[in-house]
């Protein structure tokens, strides 16, 4: 099973870099890791999604090194607006789910 | 470009009553799925489907039913309602279902009384 692990919640403040990690060991050869962002009442939106070293797009950079059994999601420059539920995907199990687990609380601060 | 429809948006039922949450999309996308929400926790995906005629459960499929008739709908029955099943539901599509990213309509907020 390639379940994700993440931390239940971070604090940072406006304008910093933050940088959600993700470990999935059981992770299997050819899938991908994707990552979601959900805001309170609204459903999950895609950020951005990758299969190996480094992937960037308008709104974050995703980090996966060799080996695979983790990633780092990267948001530049946060601000208050990006106060979200941030959740790692890969599939899982012997039906492939695609679960979303608990997620991370980002909090930002003025 | 509307994307993924969910209606209604807010419903009660009352246990035992049976409702359809539909689901549709305009981005001719093969792979469609629903989840349902818990206060406080992650999703849970309830069916999903691969294309028109092909639908499969997910974790937490009882006292659920789907059908895929067209490309761009996906209904969601309830076919006897409790209230373990109050939640909020969301319905998801994309091109393909691990390879791309996913776009999840805006929710169907049920409450069964």
């Known amino acids: 099973l390639a379940k994700t692990t993440q931390p239940i919640s971070m604090d940072s403040y406006e304008g910093q870099e933050v940088n959600i990690t993700c470990s999935h060991n059981n992770i299997a050869t050819n899938d991908y890791i994707t990552w979601y962002q959900q805001f309170p009442s609204q459903g999950p939106r895609f950020i951005i999604q990758g299969y190996k070293t480094k992937v960037t797009n308008e709104v974050a950079s995703l980090f996966i090194p060799a080996d695979r059994k983790s990633s780092t999601l990267s948001l530049p420059r946060v601000s208050l607006s990006d106060t979200a539920v941030y959740y790692c995907?890969?599939?899982?199990?012997?039906?492939?789910?695609?679960?979303f687990g608990s997620g991370t609380q980002l909090t930002v601060l003025p | 470009n509307a994307g993924v429809t969910q209606t209604p948006k807010f419903q009660v039922l009352k246990t035992g009553q049976s409702m359809t949450l539909q689901c549709a999309q305009d981005?001719?996308?093969?792979?469609m799925s629903w989840y349902r929400q818990d206060p406080g926790m992650g999703l849970r995906l309830i069916h999903y489907?691969?294309?028109?005629?092909?639908?499969d459960q997910g974790e937490v499929p009882n006292g659920y039913n789907v059908s895929r008739s067209t490309t761009e709908d996906f209904p969601l029955r309830l076919l006897s309602a409790a209230p373990s099943q109050t939640s909020v539901y969301f319905c998801a599509s994309s091109r393909d279902r691990f390879n791309y990213g996913y776009t999840f309509g805006s929710g169907t907020r049920l409450t069964v009384v």
């Open positions: 981005m001719n996308h093969e792979y």
């Open positions: 489907s691969v294309g028109a005629g092909i639908t």
């Open positions: 995907l890969v599939p899982s199990g012997s039906a492939r789910q695609l679960t």
